[in-house]
């Protein structure tokens, strides 16, 4: 019998989940490696001043490097969209909803909430799209797993929190959703809802046979529309995009002031998937989206 295929995996509910669902797909012999990230063992801290997003993938490709597991699996809205050459994104798993959901506990909807309601969301680009949306809403920040958010709504500190619809869903727990916004009124983050399986440069073929090709050519043009921008965005940029894949290939996409009123909301269709981005990134930068990647919050300046 041949060796198992190691798949290494952060330890929160919501990672085993969706390491288990590789597994399972693969159909052959396949061990599953927890690994506890800095982005996990950090939870009382923001994610920008311990790393950023990359905090939550870095031991697993310290893992690849090693030889200690095979595949790494990860949320892709957690992975950088700058890569590096030494590890391939090999697999993308059939996208499920990419949609925000709302949760309020007493089902009340979001906009019959109570002027100062206190809102949790830790993403700066929900907290930007909710301001421009519901003004009157006091926006607060929220670390930690599904459970953990949820029992902190139940503890009464939030009155309500935004969280993924995937990862609800994933875990059973759809039944806790409220409702859930619709990709223009939320424009979701690039990669959400998409389960990615990386592997090291050249060893693509252990998982090339999972790749489900509209979600990966969705997945190009959402980091594609990023890594345009290179360096300049960071885990308080307050940015979305999100391309879905009919007759054409339509890209939305959202730059906002994290603290501010500015935003550029924009959205263009076409069949070429390297000339829509190209064009969707340009008309973003005539529109000022630079300008908005560029600013940063306070605690920002006082963590670098």
Not at 8 to 17: E, I, K, P, Y
Not at 65 to 72: K, M, Q, T
Not at 294 to 299: D, E, G, K, Y
């Amino acid at each position: 019998m041949s060796a198992p295929l190691r798949i290494g995996t952060r330890g929160s509910q919501l990672a085993l989940w969706q390491a288990n669902e590789v597994a399972r797909r693969l159909g052959r012999h396949a061990e599953v490696i927890p690994i506890r990230t800095t982005g996990d063992k950090r939870t009382d801290v923001t994610l920008a001043s311990v790393g950023g997003k990359g905090v939550f993938i870095k031991e697993l490709e310290e893992a690849l490097s090693r030889g200690e597991i095979d595949i790494a699996v990860h949320s892709l809205k957690d992975v950088p969209s700058i890569e590096s050459p030494q590890f391939a994104l090999a697999a993308f798993l059939e996208r499920a909803d990419p949609r925000d959901a709302w949760v309020q506990l007493e089902c009340v909807p979001i906009d019959q909430m109570a002027d100062g309601a206190k809102i949790a969301t830790s993403a700066p680009r929900r907290r930007a799209q909710l301001r421009a949306l519901y003004p009157k809403l006091r926006v607060e920040e929220i670390r930690g797993n599904v459970d953990t958010r949820i029992n902190k709504l139940r503890a009464g500190l939030y009155d309500g929190a935004i969280l993924a619809c995937a990862g609800l869903q994933r875990l059973g727990r759809d039944g806790e959703i409220t409702s859930r916004f619709s990709i223009d009124e939320m424009i979701p983050a690039a990669g959400q809802g998409i389960i990615v399986c990386e592997t090291l440069a050249g060893r693509e073929g252990l998982i090339a046979p999972l790749n489900h090709e509209q979600t990966a050519l969705a997945a190009k043009c959402e980091r594609g529309v990023l890594q345009k921008f290179g360096e300049l965005l960071d885990c308080y940029s307050a940015v979305a995009v999100h391309a879905t894949i009919d007759s054409t290939i339509t890209i939305r996409a959202f730059f906002g002031e994290l603290e501010g009123e500015r935003t550029i909301r924009f959205r263009q269709s076409g069949n070429d998937a390297e000339d829509l981005v190209d064009r969707v990134y340009e008309a973003l930068v005539a529109a000022g989206a630079n300008e908005l990647a560029v600013r940063r919050s306070p605690l920002a300046e006082e963590t670098q």
